[in-house]
Structures are given as structure tokens and as C-alpha cells.
């Protein structure tokens, strides 16, 4: 049974710098064709992916956001850390991690999803 | 959104509702297939189709998907109380070089 967990502040700062992990089970991010990604959701609005992770340490970054992010993956944890700089109240959402299908372009495992504020 | 949906449908039960997602020859366009995700309120999204028109196990044949050249179409027959969520439809964009998603469709059970 794949299941995935975010963890990280609540809270941050203005121009601050957001870090969360991503720990995970039931899956290896070494087993070919596996990734992992980010998306998050401001309150009341739509989904938006941010960053993708494969197996082979390929990474792809949301066009909009690609200054500001980067993903990594700690295979022998299970974990995969989003960090975002310069954080701004926009920023401001709830932000899964997801289990990128083998092979495919989708999602087929949630986590429950972190929320974060960014506030002063 | 790089992929397009209806903001809101609604239906009585039992009957049949349509969510469209309309994109463009850089993801549905170029073949790419199409995903749809159902979000309870307060809840993480759910893979409800995957690969344009599957159902990952445990999902009713109520629900069905479709696409044909830019555009995908989700169908829930047999309308339920239970299925008011957000919808969102869900491709691969080749010039983004990553996922994209639609806005979203809210769906009201009368």
C-alpha cells in the first residue's frame, strides 16, 4: 500500500524559505519509471503543479515558478524535500505531495496535504 | 489554467452530467492522455480516471471518461448526494514539460 505524508511550517514569513518533506512507503524512488511531485492549492482555487521528481534524479519545475523551487530525493529515507524561496501571502495554500504513476504523466496516490500560511 | 472546465454543473439525482476540458495541441492535442481527480470537500484529491477513459479499482462504473483531439469529457451517471466534489481534468503539457491541470468544475447534486 503506497502512502505519502507532508510535513513542514504552518507558518512562514515574507521572503522566507519553505521546506517540506515529502516521506513515503509502499513505493522505492530507485524502481524505474517512479516519481514523486508537488502540487499545491491556494484556499478556495484550483490545483497547480509545482515539481516532479523521477527515479533517475530527473527533475521538471513548473515554468512559473522554477526560480524559486527545488526538489530532491533521499531514496535511502523515502523522502522527497520541496524548498521554495522567497515566499510571498500568495504562496499561501495547501501543498501535496503525490505518487507519479510509472511510466504515466499522473497521480495515482495522495497525501493528505500540509497547509501553509505565509504571514507576517 | 492551461486546461479549461466549467466552473460548475449540476444535476438531480440520478441523472447524467457531462464535465468538459478543453486544451490544446501541446497536451491533449498531442496525444497525450487525460486524468481526472475528484476532491471532497476538506479532502486530498482522488484519481478518479486515468489514461483518458479507466477507472483505477474501487471507482463505480458510474463514472466514464473520454477524449477526442483537444478536448476529454467526464461522465457520472446515476447522480448521487455523495458525488458533489470538485472535479479536475489533468494532461501532460509538452512545451511546459510537466503537469497541468484544469480550474476545476463544482458539482451540485439538487
Known amino acids: 500500500q503506497i502512502t505519502l505524508k507532508e510535513s513542514g511550517p504552518t507558518l512562514v514569513k515574507p521572503t522566507q524559505t519553505l521546506t517540506l518533506t515529502c516521506t513515503f512507503s509502499g513505493f522505492s524512488l530507485s524502481s524505474a519509471g517512479v516519481g514523486v511531485g508537488w502540487i499545491r492549492q491556494p484556499p478556495g482555487k484550483a490545483l497547480e503543479w509545482l515539481a516532479l521528481i523521477y527515479w533517475d534524479d530527473e527533475r521538471r519545475y513548473s515554468p512559473s515558478l522554477k526560480s524559486r523551487l527545488t526538489i530532491t530525493k533521499d531514496t535511502s529515507k523515502n523522502q522527497v524535500v520541496l524548498t521554495m524561496t522567497n515566499m510571498d501571502p500568495v504562496d499561501t495554500a495547501t501543498y501535496y505531495c503525490?505518487?507519479?504513476?510509472?511510466?504515466?504523466?499522473?497521480?495515482?496516490?495522495w497525501g493528505m496535504g500540509t497547509t501553509v500560511t505565509v504571514s507576517s | 489554467s492551461v486546461l479549461t472546465q466549467p466552473p460548475s454543473v449540476s444535476g438531480a439525482p440520478g441523472q447524467r452530467v457531462t464535465i468538459s476540458c478543453t486544451g490544446t495541441n501541446s497536451n491533449l492535442g498531442a496525444a497525450y492522455h487525460v486524468h481526472w481527480y475528484q476532491q471532497l470537500p476538506g479532502t486530498a484529491p482522488k484519481l478518479l480516471i486515468y489514461?483518458?477513459?479507466n477507472r483505477p479499482s474501487g471507482v463505480p462504473d458510474r463514472f466514464s471518461g473520454s477524449k477526442s483531439g483537444t478536448s476529454a469529457s467526464l461522465a457520472i451517471t446515476g447522480l448521487q448526494a455523495e458525488d458533489e466534489a470538485d472535479y479536475y481534468c489533468?494532461?501532460?503539457?509538452?512545451?511546459?514539460?510537466?503537469?497541468?491541470f484544469g480550474g476545476g468544475t463544482k458539482l451540485t447534486v439538487l
Open positions: 489514461g483518458n477513459d
Open positions: 503525490a505518487h507519479g504513476a510509472p511510466g504515466y504523466n499522473y497521480a495515482d496516490v
Open positions: 489533468q494532461s501532460y503539457d509538452t512545451s511546459l514539460s510537466g503537469w497541468v
